[in-house]
């Protein structure tokens, strides 16, 4: 029983380096939602889905892109990393938008 | 003004103890609310829903206060296993619907 599953779980980037994130569940959940996490600021969304083929941009999107070409999966990319962007990144999918949030077990980026 | 607010903590209690956090909330328009827990260096996980009539499981006990905007968690009987960290969420329409998760308040249950 899967649930969320985030890879990579770590890495490290220089900067102008770029990556992709990715994020699959098995919930057959329609919304899935990127979050970062960092000392003091909480959960903060960069994007989010509300279903295949769909996105839309959160709290804090600029520097990253996303797609959801397939219902289970979600990625996150990053075209030119910068040192802002360390971070723990969280995947997260949710049947209903106001409903219990399923998350990965985060994915820990620095960018050098 | 923050969206979502929460002491930060530490809060530091012996095992046994009952403990009690609040967060309050801006938009008096907010609809659902929600506590997580998040142990250290772990995903956040659902603790629980609060519910406008108040709810309890277990040891834990939600409240929702509309008027003052804020809700509230207990923790009644403290364990070393509640060491963690508990993060409010709070859904918005703003626009557009939101969630929006507060910085979280730490407990630490000791011996």
């Known amino acids: 029983n899967a649930g969320v599953t985030q890879t990579p779980k770590f890495r490290v980037l220089k900067t102008g380096q770029s990556m992709t994130l990715l994020c699959a569940q098995d919930?057959?959940?329609?919304?899935m939602y990127w979050y970062r996490q960092d000392p003091g600021m909480g959960l903060r969304l960069i994007h989010y889905?509300?279903?295949?083929?769909?996105?839309a941009k959160g709290e804090v999107p600029d520097g990253y892109n996303v797609s959801r070409l397939k219902k289970q999966n979600f990625l996150l990319g990053l075209e030119s990393a910068a040192p802002s962007q360390t971070s723990v990144y969280f995947c997260?999918?949710?049947?209903?938008?106001?409903?219990?949030?399923?998350f990965g077990e985060g994915s820990r980026l620095t960018v050098l | 003004r923050k969206e979502v607010e929460q002491d930060p903590g530490p809060f530091n209690v012996p095992e046994g103890a009952t403990v009690a956090f609040n967060c309050t909330y801006s938009?008096?328009?907010?609809?659902?609310f929600f506590w997580y827990r998040q142990d250290c260096r772990k995903e956040p996980k659902l603790l629980m829903s609060?519910?406008?009539s108040g709810n309890e499981d277990g040891r834990f006990t939600a409240q929702l206060n509309r008027a003052s905007q804020y809700i509230s968690l207990l923790i009644r009987d403290s364990k070393l296993s509640d060491s963690a960290t508990y993060l409010c969420?709070?859904?918005?329409?703003?626009?557009?619907?939101?969630?929006?998760f507060g910085t979280g308040t730490r407990l630490l249950v000791s011996p």
């Open positions: 938009n008096s328009a907010s609809q659902s």
């Open positions: 997260a999918s949710s049947y209903l938008f106001d409903g219990e949030l399923f």
């Open positions: 919930m057959n959940h329609e919304y």
């Open positions: 969420v709070v859904t918005m329409n703003t626009g557009f619907q939101k969630l929006v």
């Open positions: 889905s509300v279903g295949e083929g769909t996105t």
């Open positions: 609060v519910y406008s």
